[in-house]
């Protein structure tokens, strides 16, 4: 890439950053296109995500953030203003900087998720689903679930009181669909969500369900992206579930993400 002093700047936010994919989605596709831009991977820590903000909003040449855990939630916080698909969860993962410096934050995790992971909303419709994690992406991926017609969705997370909370609002926007929060027992599910940051490492993290409860006709999402099989996806499939990989989720959010950004025509 040639990058000169005109180039505009995005980032790609994360702590830790190694396991990020979208400067490999975005950055190819710049080329491509022709769009003088770059994504950078940058690492800011959680207690310094706050105080490296303002700096955010003075970087006269850059167009833009992308955002992964932890910080989502905070950048909601932050932002001067938010979309809609934003306010539903209360989380971000794009934020928009304009020529004057305001901020303003969306979220795609969701309809990414759906299309990128699922296969459209008739996949999920009528079925019930486990969600293990309410953070930022799981937030978007349930609001998600439940307008494409789940019959019900068990939210469970390591904050019970997040998982209510968010169960609370899911089903105050949408009454027709069952949901509460609950434990991680995946049994009698269709559908197993992993939209927690476990298997970012896999030879530490704890696999976030039971595997030996699963059963063959489960569908078992993850939203990891690398490793590309995480612990659970391969206990799943070796079970013979349906497994769906995380980086189609990323790959579906590229042109909504695009589009936020102005950057195509």
Not at 159 to 174: G, M, P, Q, T
Not at 230 to 250: E, F, H, Q, S, V
Request: glycine share 10%; charged share 20%; net charge negative.
């Amino acid at each position: 890439m040639n990058i000169t002093g005109k180039t505009k700047i995005f980032y790609m936010i994360a702590h830790p950053i190694d396991h990020v994919r979208s400067p490999e989605v975005f950055n190819p596709w710049f080329q491509e296109n022709n769009v003088d831009a770059v994504m950078i991977p940058v690492h800011y820590r959680p207690d310094d995500f706050a105080a490296v903000w303002d700096s955010l909003r003075r970087t006269a040449n850059l167009g833009g953030f992308m955002i992964s855990v932890p910080h989502k939630e905070l950048a909601y916080d932050l932002c001067d203003a938010r979309e809609e698909t934003a306010e539903l969860v209360t989380a971000v993962n794009a934020v928009r900087r304009d020529a004057t410096g305001r901020l303003t934050g969306a979220n795609f995790d969701g309809p990414g998720f759906m299309a990128g992971v699922m296969r459209g909303d008739a996949e999920v419709a009528g079925k019930s689903v486990l969600l293990l994690g309410a953070g930022g992406a799981g937030a978007s991926i349930g609001f998600s679930m439940a307008r494409a017609g789940a019959r019900s969705i068990t939210i469970t997370d390591i904050d019970a009181a997040r998982a209510s909370d968010l169960a609370a609002r899911i089903a105050k926007r949408f009454d027709g669909v069952g949901v509460r929060a609950g434990g991680n027992d995946p049994r009698g599910f269709d559908i197993v969500v992993n939209a927690t940051p476990c298997g970012l490492h896999p030879e530490t993290d704890p696999i976030p369900v039971d595997t030996t409860a699963l059963s063959p006709a489960m569908i078992v999402a993850d939203i990891v992206m690398k490793p590309r099989i995480t612990p659970l996806l391969a206990a799943a499939g070796a079970i013979g579930c349906d497994i769906r990989y995380g980086g189609g989720m990323l790959d579906m959010q590229r042109d909504l993400t695009l589009d936020f950004f102005s950057l195509r025509e």
